[in-house]
């Protein structure tokens, strides 16, 4: 079993919900005060398994520097991949997604792997943001769209591991990855380096907790009907 160390950092502006959605990934849950307070750069650990091989991934979160556009470079630096976040009730978060991307290929390159999450589809009525319109605009940038609600744990799973999953395979079964260390300055182990929750559901794709044998994983809840 090939085993790969990948760093994932989320990206969109605040408040669109990225905060939320790595809780919603890692612990399955959400608050709705949020956690967005915490002055450090942090990041969550969990591991996924994607067919033969075990990804530890380090996904890193913001501290709220987003607001400035001023991650700098430890933020991004060894980063294999990263979710693009915009919410769907706010043109403005979906217009920035795509400075975002920018700013990630000039700092890392354009060879990352990138998922983009239409957050709050628990708000389909308020929403803002043409649907098809960013769906062809992540497919013509090679990244999978996921419309998700980190409120209501909709389709949260799907697009992190479908994330683990495209970098798993552009990485190829080479074992001994390095990336991201986890130990990066202003960091701090978000999760105490828990394994994510057990709703993850994509097919093939399995979470390992550190002290047992994988399991398959139990359904998500079904897609947004938007
Ligand atoms: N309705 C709804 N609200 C959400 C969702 N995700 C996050 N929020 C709310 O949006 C606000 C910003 O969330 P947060 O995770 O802090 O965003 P961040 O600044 O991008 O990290 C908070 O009030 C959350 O409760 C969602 O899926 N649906
Ligand atoms: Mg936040």
Redesign the pocket.
Known sequence: MARKKLKVVML??????????LHRFVHNSFD?E?P?TTKATMYANTKVEVGETTADVSVWD?AGQERYHALGPIYYRDAHGAVL?YDITDKDSFDKVKVWLKELHQVVGENINVVVVG??C??ERERKVVKKEAEEWAAAHGAQHFL?????GIRVADAFTALVTAIVKSLGTASGVQAGTGNGANAGAYNGGRPASSNQRSKGVKIAPDEGPAREAPPEKKDCSC
Do not use: I
């Open positions: 969109g502006e605040g408040r669109v919900g990225k905060t939320s959605l709705e949020c967005s913001t976040a957050n709050k628990d708000l998700c609600s980190a409120k209501l």
